[in-house]
């Protein structure tokens, strides 16, 4: 095992005006399960196969444990790699697959015997090894692609979108299996997925990306609750946060007829952007309250989900339209076309900055 360090790692590409990676730094602990999470085109995938050896290193280095693999061939990293489309040899069986680079590297018949069996056992694959991979499932397959990569035995799994090609049922399922499988073994692994909820179930720690530059590194529950910018804010929780932009006068943000006391030096931040803030708030964290005493929003949509239900609406803030979600008890929800008043949860806001888009203290 070990551990991984991106040292201002950093990867453009010819012709490009802007890194695909821009001088990546993250310290990956021996036996931690890092997620590496974005929007498509942020630089996740580019900076596993950096790792990988798949892509150059142009700025920076990149190390497993205490070798410098900046400029080391893949196969001389001890590294194994599951892809997105499983990449299963069909001429070879189950047991050809998962032994394949063993026999490659000169093994014994025997030992890879051996392994190939230990690691089918692991996965409950002992049924399938003398099938073809046309013969399984989309999520057999996946465990096949594990398979090969514990076989190997080696100090870094990298996972790069392994679960996209399965149904919604199967992904749930078969991330726990993963999340579990990681920490049976023990083995570091870097794992790159578009799907924050994947993300925060999997990861001991999530890294967020944005157009190559890392935003923020933290356990999944510090993120949800203090993220550092409205990006992140924004990115991370299913439904999204809500993100409006209000008046803050006099040590105090206006959230409709809701008003809320903001600390001093958060309001002269305001007071420098013309008396203007950027508020957030968890759907969950929003009370129905009376007429005038928080935002007017009308009520677009209503999903029912038996004992909660999002209300999904719009509000208008200033003559600008937001959209607005809120969690509300499912037995009584509001209906569609109703006119509604959210206030925050006292002591549930989070602050950012009009101008940077830094968190301010709430």
């Known amino acids: 095992m070990a551990t991984v360090t991106f040292d201002k790692a950093t990867r453009l590409f010819p012709g490009a005006e802007r890194p695909a990676v821009d001088a990546l730094d ?14 498509s085109g942020c630089g996740k995938s580019t900076s596993l196969r950096m790792l990988a050896g798949l892509e150059d290193v142009n700025g920076g280095s990149i190390r497993i444990g205490d070798r ?26 189950v047991g050809e697959n998962m032994g394949f680079a063993l026999k490659i590297a000169g093994e014994p018949k025997e030992k890879i015997r051996e392994r190939v069996a230990e690691a089918a056992k692991i996965l409950d694959l002992e049924q399938y090894v003398d099938r073809k991979p046309k013969a399984l499932s989309g999520g057999q397959r996946q465990r096949v692609a594990m398979g090969r990569a514990i076989v190997r035995s080696p100090q870094v799994f990298l996972m790069d979108e392994p679960l996209s090609n399965l149904d919604a049922k199967l992904r749930v399922q078969t991330r726990s299996q993963i999340a579990a499988l990681q920490r049976r073994l023990g083995v570091t692994t870097v794992y790159v997925t578009h799907d924050q909820v994947e ?3 999997m990861g001991d720690r999530v890294a967020v990306l944005k157009d190559g530059i890392l935003q923020q590194v933290d356990t999944p529950r510090n993120m949800y609750d203090n993220p550092v910018n409205v990006f992140v804010a924004g990115f991370i929780g299913s439904p999204a946060m809500n993100l409006l932009q209000v008046d803050a006068t006099g040590g105090t943000m206006h959230f409709g007829g809701a008003e809320v006391p903001i600390p001093r030096e958060t309001a002269e931040v305001a007071d420098k952007a013309g008396r203007k803030i950027t508020v957030g708030v968890r759907p969950e964290d929003m009370d129905i309250v009376a007429e005038g005493q928080g935002l007017k929003t009308t009520v677009n949509l209503v999903e029912e ?22 969690r509300v008890d499912g037995r ?20 950012f900055s009009t101008e940077s888009g830094e968190r301010l203290k709430a």
């Open 305 to 326: 989900l038996g004992a909660d239900a999002y209300v999904y609406g719009t509000a208008d803030v200033d003559g600008k339209p937001y959209d607005v979600i809120a």
């Open 332 to 351: 009584k929800p509001p209906e569609k076309g109703q006119s509604v008043n959210f206030a925050p949860k006292q002591g549930h806001i989070h602050l």
């Open 68 to 93: 410098d693999v900046t400029n080391l061939a893949p196969k001389d990293r001890d590294i194994a790699m599951v892809f997105q489309n499983y990449a299963l040899y069909p001429h070879m069986t």
């Open 199 to 201: 993300a925060m179930t």
């Open 26 to 39: 993250i310290e990956i602990g021996d036996g931690e399960f890092l997620v590496l999470v974005g929007p």
